[in-house]
């Protein structure tokens, strides 16, 4: 089995080194273990750092793309390197590489689909009282949203088969982080919490900002994949919550005019019209949005597909068989 450690990276030629040097050479039930860097498109000699430490393969962009792209062509490339299992870190040495092993057992003896690392939060220095708790909400709302018992949501310390590798989308430029465990639970892949350690801290967080522009789009993810893998149950929410509003009004205004009073409430009526006629129309909307999500679905069952045959293909040229095809006499 063959194991590819992948490290997405924007400018860190002053972290990468620490990081690769901890990095284990050899993995208990791999055959091997390679290395891998996303460059998205650094300024520095961060691939000049990482050619020095001996990394088997490098991804370049020449121009920055975010995190959630880099984390997707990592993923590509692994596959593509004959990964059997992927571990996904940061440059930044923020996990502790000695827990590899443990991360990636759950993944190589089938246990699980996908392993995350969980920080023990609370022991986090750097961190703090406010982003403790905001972790700490964070990873609640995700594990009720997408239905898993995932501790630590926006840990970036994972490993994952390379089947599910395969199966899993990044539509947000943001973060990876917590769109793929939305994802893992809609496809029902197995994901579960693995405990781990954490480093002193190299450099502040570059994806936390400020607190509130962190919370503000890690919630526009949220909404954003909801809308995304269960478009009829948000939009047929906010559809029968407006018609029923409307339809109060309604018999709010019906009350007052068969009592003889509906002259003095006209604004009750208009109210009850807008509310009933938006209330259809996103009723309607969620219809739509659930044929979409349909057709979604099967273009990813389609591209999954394609990626197997694509791996299939190259691990048979790799051993030097051929397909023969036949024709009819």
Known sequence: MKLIIQIPCYN?????????????????????????????????????????????HIVRFTKNRGLARGFLAGLDACIEAGADVIVNTDADNQYDARDIPNLTEPVRSGKADIAVGVRTIEDIRHFSWIKKKLQKLGSKVIRRFSKTDILDATSGFRAMSRDAAMRLNVFNEYTYTLETILQAGQKNLAILSVPIRVNAD????????????????????????????????????????????????????LYFYFTGGGSGHVQSLIL?????GIGFQTILIAFISDLLATNRKIMEDVQYRLKKLEHTARKLDDYGCHHEKKTGD
């Open 272 to 276: 009850a019209s807008i509310l009933l």
């Open 12 to 56: 860190e030629a002053e972290t990468l080194g620490v990081t690769l040097d901890a990095l284990p050479k050899q993995v208990e039930g791999f055959d091997s273990v390679e290395l891998l860097i996303i460059d998205d498109g650094s300024t520095d000699n961060t691939v000049e750092v990482a050619r020095a430490h001996g990394v088997h």
């Open 202 to 253: 190299l450099r502040p967080s570059r994806l936390v900002k400020s607190i509130v522009s962190y919370v503000k789009k890690s919630m526009i993810t949220i909404i954003r994949i909801t809308v995304v893998y269960k478009p009829i149950k948000f939009f047929m929410t906010i559809g029968l919550t407006l018609f029923g509003l409307g339809f109060l009004v309604g018999l709010r205004f």
